[in-house]
């Protein structure tokens, strides 16, 4: 749907102008608009982006448990204001966390 094309739009944009911070698993053609997949420069920022996230109220953004990284689901009952609390979090804490990382790893 138009809706959860521009939930999902919001996110990859954040993802696409972080400088590599936030790094997807999927190519750009194969991207999802109901699971927004995304990778941090080290596991420990992850664990830290979700702790933060967590005291933020943003909840579930575990990514598979075998994978890690961070999921946001974007289904239908998940509105567009939500994704957007998302992506303001994702670059205060990018903005807190890039300097004293390296660019996420190529997979």
Do not use: W
């Not at 749907?1 to 996110?11: D, G, P, Q």
């Not at 933020?56 to 939500?82: D, F, K, M, P």
């Amino acid at each position: 749907s138009v809706r959860n094309e521009r939930k999902a739009e919001l996110i990859y944009t954040a993802m696409d102008t972080s400088n590599g911070f936030y790094r997807g698993h999927a190519d750009n053609k194969n991207r999802s608009l109901m699971n927004v997949c995304f990778m941090l420069p080290s596991k420990q920022l992850e664990h830290a982006f979700l702790s933060d996230a967590r005291r933020q109220g943003l909840l579930g953004l575990a990514g598979h448990r075998s994978l890690g990284g961070i999921r946001a689901s974007l289904y239908n009952a998940v509105s567009e204001e939500s994704c957007q609390l998302l992506v303001d979090f994702m670059a205060e804490f990018q903005a807190r966390h890039a300097a004293s990382s390296p660019p996420a790893k190529e997979t």
